[in-house]
């Protein structure tokens, strides 16, 4: 059974480039996570899916991101326009319904915007 | 905002020695924690769940929930150099369902 998937696991933009991160969670999984994590913030929430109704948008990261989950088993990240502090590794996420159930993390994508 | 606090941020104990982490949640919200490890370069993995008042052991890992101060803690005994990991402490709010994670304490055992 496959875990959840990351593409691409490495990317380089340019200040003000738009890049798309894709996810793929575990099949079956109906929650699904968008995460930024970096050294000094640790992991911050970006989006949350309930059967792919956004259910949190992250508040502070609304206004440069956009998480879709066009099914149940697609997700996107767009990032327009990008700025270097987006630089970070972002993970995604995904568990099954339920308050007591584990969350799933794929291998992340590092983005570099120079 | 649910926050998650974690302490301490870093912590060095000598191989065989006893690492205890500490984590508490401002949500009274929450009923559910965990605990993941995650080694340098690779994604979080769930260590260990706790989601009633008291003490679960699993091998060398013991952690302690207290449901009416929202505080977990993590003991690891003998530490070995492989348990060096960066240690995220999470909580779900059965009213919300998202997953907030602490910032975490990065463990060090030097051999």
């Known amino acids: 059974d496959a875990g959840v998937t990351q593409t691409p696991r490495h990317e380089v933009a340019e200040k003000g480039q738009t890049i798309i991160l894709k996810c793929e969670p575990v099949s079956g999984h109906n929650d699904l996570f968008w995460y930024r994590q970096t050294k000094i913030q640790g992991l911050e929430l970006l989006s949350y899916?309930?059967?792919?109704?956004?259910?949190?948008d992250g508040g502070a990261f609304k206004d440069r991101f956009k998480a879709e989950m066009l099914n149940s088993s697609f997700s996107t990240l767009k990032i327009q326009p990008t700025e270097p502090k987006d630089s970070a590794v972002y993970l995604c996420?995904?568990?099954?319904?339920?308050?007591?159930?584990?969350?799933?993390f794929g291998k992340g994508t590092r983005l570099t915007v120079v | 905002q649910q926050k998650v606090q974690q302490s301490p941020e870093s912590l060095i104990v000598p191989e065989g020695g006893m690492a205890s982490l500490n984590c508490t949640s401002s949500d009274r919200n929450v009923d559910y924690f965990w605990w993941y490890r995650q080694h340098s370069g690779k994604s979080p993995k769930m260590l260990m769940s706790i989601f009633s008042n008291g003490e679960k052991e699993e091998g060398r890992f013991t952690v302690h929930l207290n449901k009416a101060s929202l505080h977990t803690s993590l003991h690891i005994r003998d530490s070995q150099p492989s348990d060096s990991a960066l240690y995220l402490c999470?909580?779900?709010?059965?009213?919300?369902?998202?997953?907030?994670f602490g910032t975490g304490t990065r463990l060090q055992v030097l051999p």
């Open positions: 899916f309930r059967s792919k109704s956004l259910m949190e």
């Open positions: 996420a995904s568990s099954l319904q339920g308050a007591n159930t584990e969350v799933f």
């Open positions: 999470a909580a779900r709010p059965s009213n919300t369902n998202k997953v907030v």
